[in-house]
C-alpha cells in the first residue's frame, strides 16, 4: 500500500492514542539518536527550532530533520564543537484504514463506516511555542549553525522559528 502523505496527520484531531502494551504491530520508529555532537562539553550559546502552532510531527519527519542537521553540523562546524538535542518523542500512534485499490475495489471498500484503523507509525504531538531540536555550540560557530539548524526547519511540517540563547556558565 502507499503511504499516505504527511499532511492528512498533521493536524491534532482525536485523543492521543499511546498505550502499545494493548495494540499489536505498531510500527519502530525511524529516528536513531537524539543527543550528537560533543556530549561533555558545555556550550555557552544554544540555538533552537521552536514550533508557532500545535501540529504532529511523524517519526519519519523527525528522523529527516535530524539528520539534515547532524550532517551539515559535522560538515561545517566539526564533530567536537556542537551538542544536537532532539527534545521530543513520538508517543501518539497513528492508525489508517486501509482502502483497496483497482479494479472492483469500490464494492470492496463499501463497509465499515467508522473502522478503528491498523497502526502505521508515530507521531510527536507539539504545542505551539514548544522547542523540538536544540543546538549548543560557541560563538564563533554562530551563523554556520544557525545555516545547519535552518536545513532541519525545511523538513518539518508546521511554521517554526529560529531562537538564539545565551546559556549562564555552569558553576
Known amino acids: 500500500m502507499v503511504r499516505k502523505p ?91 484504514n486501509k482502502q483497496a485499490t483497482g479494479a472492483g475495489a469500490d464494492r470492496v471498500s463499501e463497509g465499515m463506516r467508522m473502522a478503528f484503523g491498523k497502526a502505521v507509525g508515530t507521531a510527536a504531538r507539539v504545542s505551539a511555542d514548544q522547542k523540538i531540536f536544540s543546538v549548543y555550540t560557541t560563538p564563533q560557530y554562530l551563523e554556520k549553525a544557525k545555516n545547519a539548524i535552518k536545513t532541519g526547519t525545511y523538513k518539518l511540517p508546521a511554521p517554526t522559528r529560529i531562537v538564539i540563547e545565551e546559556r549562564a556558565p555552569a558553576q
Open 6 to 96: 504527511a499532511k492528512m496527520y498533521r493536524n491534532i484531531s482525536k485523543k492521543a492514542y499511546t498505550r502499545r502494551e494493548y495494540m499489536g504491530g505498531v510500527p519502530g520508529s525511524k529516528i536513531v539518536q537524539f543527543d550528537m555532537g560533543n556530549l561533555r562539553q558545555e556550550f555557552p550559546i544554544e540555538l533552537s527550532i521552536e514550533v508557532l502552532e500545535a501540529c504532529q510531527i511523524r517519526h519519519t519527519a523527525l528522523e529527516a530533520a535530524r539528520v539534515g542537521i547532524n550532517r551539515k553540523l559535522v560538515k561545517d562546524v566539526g564533530r567536537m564543537n556542537f551538542h544536537l538535542k532532539l527534545r521530543i518523542f513520538p508517543h501518539h500512534v497513528l492508525r489508517e
